[in-house]
């Protein structure tokens, strides 16, 4: 069983800056990327960012330049920096996992975290 915990989301207003983490504990054997989603009142969940165990990251076009994702690979966990936030950064923002275990290729999901930006 795979756990992913999310933290730090809230309200913020726009231009301001919010940094999610997601902690990832359990039965996980090699981590292959990591990443974060979001999903917006009456819309379709939607990738951000992503980061390999290479440490390549892919963005969006909307929020490159804005939002950075790393991730720390002795605690499992991934973070998101957003700056310059904008109202349509608004969304439930969900942590994914791929990773490799006992030969089976899984992925998990987190919770969601809600982030609110006020114009």
């Known amino acids: 069983q795979v756990q992913l915990v999310e933290y730090g989301g809230g309200l913020v207003q726009a231009g301001g800056s919010l940094r999610l983490s997601c902690a990832a504990s359990?039965?996980?054997?090699?981590?292959?990327?990591m990443a974060w989603y979001r999903q917006a009142p009456g819309n379709q969940r939607e990738w951000v960012a992503s980061i390999t165990i290479g440490g390549r990251t892919d963005y969006l076009d909307s929020v490159k330049g804005r939002f950075t994702i790393s991730r720390d690979g002795a605690k499992n966990t991934v973070y998101l920096r957003m700056n310059s936030l904008r109202p349509e950064d608004t969304a439930v923002y969900y942590c994914y996992l791929d990773h490799t275990t006992g030969g089976w290729a899984l992925d998990a999901w987190g919770q969601g975290t809600l982030v609110t930006v006020s114009s």
């Open positions: 359990g039965s996980i054997g090699d981590i292959n990327a």
